[in-house]
């Protein structure tokens, strides 16, 4: 019989999301490709219609108290054991650090400790959220997955014994835009020939300041930008100084959003921090080059097939954004070698990594 394994997916009703739903989705569906498990999701109380909207590719099973309470009581009270709802289980995945009581060996995801470097980069109910998380983590996890080398490094920098971590990469799926669906968004969302793209939560760490202080130096090229209001940060203040060159286009169905991606001249995510930062291997699938930072999660992701920039330093983004418009030769080898990179890096793969530390949190 395949072991049965609890799977928390409240971050699936966050008002904004984000990342984090979009990597556990992604690595669901790696894990069902790869198989041998038998997964089931638990999550606050919600209605049927509002679980069923989310379309996860497993059983949701829901507990009768709404998320404030499920947090305190699985963070603070060690109560409702998963099991209440699910009966007997062979391990927990907390798949986004609401982690529950260890009735079971437990593995905890932890994206980012952004939260620890820089606290003040947090919505309030983060500054809330996240410090007892983290104790609650060190206090219950087996083992801790994070999403790259350079998440791993600074667990292991807050104290974590390095025999504890796992690291799993994310992925990407999906096929290259045909040019009938990139001519169809261009018209469904009225967007430019030519532009630059940002996808992301409007937030301090994804440095959009950083962007739009870069795009007022870069003459005629518009900027989209895709994404949701996060928190700290206006987002129609921020990209005032851009004017009619902005193209604000917020949540965008993901099948339209690759389309997007092949549509633009160059993407740009210059984050102060990233846990892995799928938009820019889901733009390298997609074949348009990418700028992104320096020193963060994003450079170890993009692994040399992307121009590399200073976040802090909004004239070297100008230069990276340059080194794609202004040689054609260079942004084609970017092209070419951002396509070979977002083929190493599939959900399978990940389905795989989580698989084995399934089994070895098992003693398979």
Same mark, same amino acid.
């Given at each position: 019989?395949?072991?049965?394994?609890?799977?928390?997916?409240?971050?699936?009703?966050?008002?904004?999301?984000?990342?984090?739903?979009?990597?556990?989705?992604?690595?669901?569906?790696?894990?069902? $490709?790869?198989?041998?498990?038998?997964?089931?999701?638990?999550?606050?109380?919600?209605?049927?219609?509002?679980?069923?909207?989310?379309?996860?590719?497993?059983?949701?099973?829901?507990?009768?108290?709404?998320?404030?309470?499920?947090?305190?009581?699985?963070?603070?009270?060690?109560?409702?054991?998963?099991?209440?709802?699910?009966?007997?289980?062979?391990?927990?995945?907390?798949?986004?650090?609401?982690?529950?009581?260890?009735?079971?060996?437990?593995?905890?995801?932890?994206?980012?400790?952004?939260?620890?470097?820089?606290?003040?980069?947090?919505?309030?109910?983060?500054?809330?959220?996240?410090?007892?998380?983290?104790?609650?983590?060190?206090?219950?996890?087996?083992?801790?997955?994070?999403?790259?080398?350079?998440?791993?490094?600074?667990?292991?920098?807050?104290?974590?014994?390095?025999?504890?971590?796992?690291?799993?990469?994310?992925?990407?799926?999906?096929?290259?835009?045909?040019?009938?669906?990139?001519?169809?968004?261009?018209?469904?969302?009225?967007?430019?020939?030519?532009?630059?793209?940002?996808?992301?939560?409007?937030?301090?760490?994804?440095?959009?300041?950083?962007?739009?202080?870069?795009?007022?130096?870069?003459?005629?090229?518009?900027?989209?930008?895709?994404?949701?209001?996060?928190?700290?940060? $206006?987002?129609?203040?921020?990209?005032?100084?851009?004017?009619?060159?902005?193209?604000? !286009?917020?949540?965008?169905?993901?099948?339209? !959003?690759?389309?997007?991606?092949?549509?633009?001249?160059?993407?740009?995510?210059?984050?102060?921090?990233?846990?892995?930062?799928?938009?820019?291997?889901?733009?390298? *699938?997609?074949?348009?080059?990418?700028?992104?930072?320096?020193?963060?999660?994003?450079?170890?992701?993009?692994?040399?097939?992307?121009?590399?920039?200073?976040?802090?330093?909004?004239?070297?983004?100008?230069?990276?954004?340059?080194?794609?418009?202004?040689?054609?030769?260079?942004?084609?080898? *970017?092209?070419?070698?951002?396509?070979?990179?977002?083929? $190493?890096?599939?959900?399978?793969?990940?389905?795989?990594?989580?698989?084995?530390?399934?089994?070895?949190?098992?003693?398979?």
């Amino acid at each position: 019989m395949a072991p049965r394994i609890a799977v928390t997916v409240e971050q699936f009703w966050h008002r904004v999301p984000g990342g984090t739903a979009r990597a556990t989705r992604g690595s669901l569906g790696g894990l069902l $490709e790869v198989g041998g498990f038998d997964l089931h999701g638990v999550a606050a109380r919600h209605r049927p219609s509002d679980v069923a909207s989310a379309k996860l590719p497993i059983p949701v099973h829901c507990f009768s108290v709404p998320r404030p309470a499920l947090y305190e009581s699985w963070h603070r009270l060690g109560l409702f054991n998963v099991e209440r709802l699910l009966g007997p289980v062979d391990a927990i995945w907390a798949s986004a650090m609401v982690v529950p009581p260890r009735s079971a060996p437990l593995v905890v995801t932890v994206n980012d400790v952004d939260f620890l470097l820089h606290p003040e980069r947090l919505s309030s109910r983060g500054k809330a959220f996240f410090p007892r998380a983290w104790e609650v983590t060190l206090d219950r996890a087996d083992l801790i997955v994070c999403p790259t080398q350079i998440v791993a490094n600074d667990v292991v920098a807050h104290g974590v014994d390095p025999s504890r971590i796992r690291v799993v990469h994310l992925g990407v799926d999906g096929v290259p835009a045909s040019p009938d669906e990139v001519l169809r968004v261009r018209q469904r969302y009225d967007i430019p020939d030519s532009f630059a793209l940002f996808v992301g939560t409007i937030e301090p760490r994804k440095n959009l300041v950083g962007v739009v202080a870069a795009m007022q130096e870069i003459d005629d090229l518009p900027l989209v930008v895709v994404g949701p209001d996060g928190w700290q940060v $206006e987002g129609s203040d921020l990209l005032a100084p851009l004017g009619p060159r902005v193209h604000r !286009l917020g949540f965008v169905p993901e099948g339209d !959003l690759g389309a997007i991606y092949s549509a633009a001249t160059v993407f740009l995510l210059p984050s102060f921090a990233e846990g892995f930062g799928l938009p820019i291997i889901e733009s390298m *699938l997609q074949g348009t080059p990418v700028v992104t930072s320096l020193g963060t999660a994003t450079e170890e992701v993009a692994a040399g097939c992307a121009v590399l920039v200073e976040p802090t330093d909004h004239h070297d983004i100008v230069r990276g954004i340059r080194q794609i418009l202004d040689d054609p030769e260079s942004a084609a080898d *970017l092209a070419t070698r951002g396509r070979r990179r977002a083929g $190493e890096l599939n959900w399978r793969a990940t389905g795989v990594g989580y698989a084995a530390v399934f089994d070895e949190v098992l003693g398979a």
